[in-house]
């Protein structure tokens, strides 16, 4: 096994305290950057070609230095740049969040939620309009932007309490963290999932409960809301089938439906203008799988910003 794993290319951006190296034919490292050393402007195109890496025991201080970095390239942004590069910002946190070392990214999303609470109270339509922007990232990068966008608008407009509103913000970022373990073509078709691949996709919400439940950090809650955001009240959901379901879970739930029927289109569908959305939403809730007040709480905050 390689003592050594290649960089991504927001690393060779943001991360000075970790050495960087070239591999020789024979695969040991040749050093061309020292720890602490920030390159110079003229070598980062050429390092952006370069097929560059650290060594494995510097994995969890350059993720940690790539989070601080980046949530202070968010807090600059909500501060001084348009919304677009917010949102590639957030982007890349949340891509950090879902591939990089878990318990190493961990610490870095609560300050994450932190620095948006201080961008909305700055800027009222920022979470709106980061919704409204298309992106190029993966489906499952934007649909987690989008669910934390829309779960921190719920919060906001019902006045949730701060500390619920963070805690609803960091599980929105985790809710699919256990899709990291699924195959991505099935994740990213455009097609309606066979028996056998619908079967593989259930098993996510497990799976997530289990990476978190890894680390003993996390609120418990956020491990719920990994397992149960797929749960009716009814007992037609799954993985369990249960119907005892947390408020966290059931809200999740919801905006995890409405995010890709809004913003998504399909090959077997199209995506919806938001009121045809929760058109089929509520026909999910008289069905008794959604709760009813969650749904018309939901509607309210969405009602006025014309979405």
Known sequence: MSDYIALR???????????????????N???????GEKLAESKYAEAKKLKLFIHKDDRSAATKELQRALNLELAKS???????????????IIEEALTASFNDSYEAMPETIEIMFYGYSKNSQLLEALIKISSNSSISIEHTINVLALTMIY??????????????????????IGCTMINKKILDTEYKLSENDFQVFKTHPIKGHDIIKSSTRFDKIISSVALEHHERLDGSGYPQGITDISF??????????????????KVFR???APFGSLKLLKEE?????????????????LASRNY
């Not at 490292?29 to 720890?35: D, I, Q, S, T």
């Not at 909500?78 to 957030?90: N, Y």
């Not at 919060?155 to 699919?176: M, S």
């Not at 809730?285 to 905050?301: E, L, Y």
């Open 9 to 27: 290319r927001s690393q060779i951006t943001h991360c000075y305290s970790i050495p960087f190296f070239c591999l020789s034919e024979n695969g």
């Open 29 to 35: 490292g040749v050093l061309y950057k020292n720890a």
């Open 78 to 92: 909500i501060a001084t740049e348009g919304v677009s590069k917010v949102r590639k910002v957030l982007r890349d």
């Open 155 to 176: 919060c906001f407009g019902n006045d949730v309490p701060i500390n619920a509103t963070k805690r609803l913000g960091v599980a929105a970022i985790l809710h699919d």
């Open 248 to 265: 966290e879970s059931q809200l999740i739930g919801l905006i995890d439906c409405y995010e890709p029927l809004t913003y998504r289109d």
């Open 270 to 272: 199209k995506a919806q």
């Open 285 to 301: 809730v008289v069905a008794k799988k959604f709760d009813k007040d969650i749904f018309k709480n939901f509607c309210g905050c």
